[in-house]
């Protein structure tokens, strides 16, 4: 996933479910300089402290936009040939959705 990454610098933390939680990822990245935070599986001895999980908690924010992104149906589905296209429709659908947070707010 690292490898075939579309921005140039690494990233400073990866951010995953109980199912990134394993030894051998944890030094994989840490040689890479990245922070691995994940949530312990149960009956695994604790390797990190409670300050980066909280990152971890407002992870939900992220998960929340895909989930209103996938009310587009031209999203789900992609009829686009061309990426310009998609792209452009994924940018009219976040507005729209900035467009009905704010219309709650006001």
């Keep these: 996933m690292l490898e075939r990454r579309f921005v140039a610098p690494l990233p400073a933390r990866l951010?995953?479910?109980k199912a990134y939680d394993s030894d051998g990822l944890d030094r994989t990245l840490a040689a890479r300089g990245i922070a691995l935070i994940a949530p312990h599986?149960?009956?695994r001895h604790k390797t990190q402290d409670g300050r980066p999980l909280r990152r971890y908690r407002r992870r939900w924010k992220?998960?929340?936009l895909f989930a209103w992104?996938?009310?587009c149906r031209r999203l789900v589905?992609?009829?686009d040939f061309?990426?310009?296209n998609y792209r452009g429709f994924v940018h009219l659908a976040c507005i729209r959705i900035l467009l009905r947070q704010f219309a709650f707010v006001g």
């Design 15 to 17: 951010i995953g479910d």
């Design 82 to 84: 061309k990426v310009e």
């Design 41 to 43: 599986r149960r009956g």
């Design 62 to 64: 992220i998960e929340r």
């Design 69 to 71: 992104l996938q009310n």
């Design 77 to 79: 589905t992609r009829w």
